[in-house]
Nanobody
Framework: VQLQASGGGLVQAGGSLRLSCAAS????????MGWFRQAPGKEREFVAA????????KYGDSVKGRFTISRDNAKNTVYLQMNSLKPEDTAVYYC??????????????????WGQGTLVTVSS
């Protein structure tokens, strides 16, 4: 599985961005796709995840109500719609896949393939 993240950029506080993560190679219904982010000097933190089958989702507390994760199975692509962006959302955003656990987990060690990251900068 290879992951290609895109859609990052510079946006003003209160604005919106949509990130995309295109997966190539084989994908299976039990896969979980996740988004994590890492700000300078901070640990990589869980943002959101979705299961390919059923579309079950989970969000980190800091983004609930503002971010929405979705997937297009036909395109093997996962999206992260980010609204009401805040300066503290500034980070490199990574998509990742958990091929084995079959349930959504927030633990980054559970995800075994990672995309290259896309930078999101929110200005105040």
């Amino acid at each position: 599985v290879q992951l290609q993240a895109s859609g990052g950029g510079l946006v003003q506080a209160g604005g919106s961005l949509r990130l995309s993560c295109a997966a190539s190679g084989r994908t299976f219904s039990n896969y979980v796709m996740g988004w994590f982010r890492q700000a300078p000097g901070k640990e990589r933190e869980f943002v959101a995840a979705i299961k390919w089958s059923g579309g079950f989702t989970k969000y980190g507390d800091s983004v609930k109500g503002r971010f929405t994760i979705s997937r297009d199975n036909a395109k093997n692509t996962v999206y992260l719609q980010m609204n009401s962006l805040k300066p503290e959302d500034t980070a490199v955003y990574y998509c990742a896949v958990d091929r084995y656990h079959g349930v959504i987990t927030t633990a980054r060690d559970a995800y075994d393939y990672w995309g290259q990251g896309t930078l999101v900068t929110v200005s105040s």
